[in-house]
Nanobody, 121 residues
Framework: QIQLVESGGGLVQAGGSLRMSCAAS????????MGWFRQAPGKEREFVGG???????VYGDDVMGRFTISRDNVLNTAYLQMNSLKPEDTAVYYC???WGAGARIYNADFWGQGTQVTVSS
């Protein structure tokens, strides 16, 4: 069992940056693929990016080159660094964990509570 607690969202102007953290409980954190999803009003939840146990990453097309995912297996924490933010990045962001080998998450085993990110124009 893993519990995920997110922090670091908020309000930022277009072009700015935010860094989100996802702190995980549980002794098997390093074995899980960690990822981020987001859901904007009226839209389906979409995959932002993921990172596997070895540090391999994959990103959604809309954030490629602007967002970076990392993890610290000692601190049991995953991070989402968001740069060059755009108003269309506004959404509730969710941390997720899945058991697997690849960096892309198709079905998460555990979810964070969700954190609002708002990018003003």
């Amino acid at each position: 069992q893993i519990q995920l607690v997110e922090s670091g969202g908020g309000l930022v102007q277009a072009g700015g940056s935010l860094r989100m953290s996802c702190a995980a409980s549980g002794r098997t954190f390093s074995r899980y693929v960690m990822g981020w999803f987001r859901q904007a009003p009226g839209k389906e939840r979409e995959f932002v990016g993921g990172i596997n146990w070895s540090g391999a990453t994959v990103y959604g097309d809309d954030v490629m080159g602007r967002f970076t995912i990392s993890r610290d297996n000692v601190l049991n924490t995953a991070y989402l660094q968001m740069n060059s933010l755009k108003p269309e990045d506004t959404a509730v962001y969710y941390c997720a964990a899945a058991w697997g080998a690849g960096a892309r998450i198709y079905n998460a085993d555990f979810w964070g509570q969700g954190t609002q990110v708002t990018v003003s124009s």
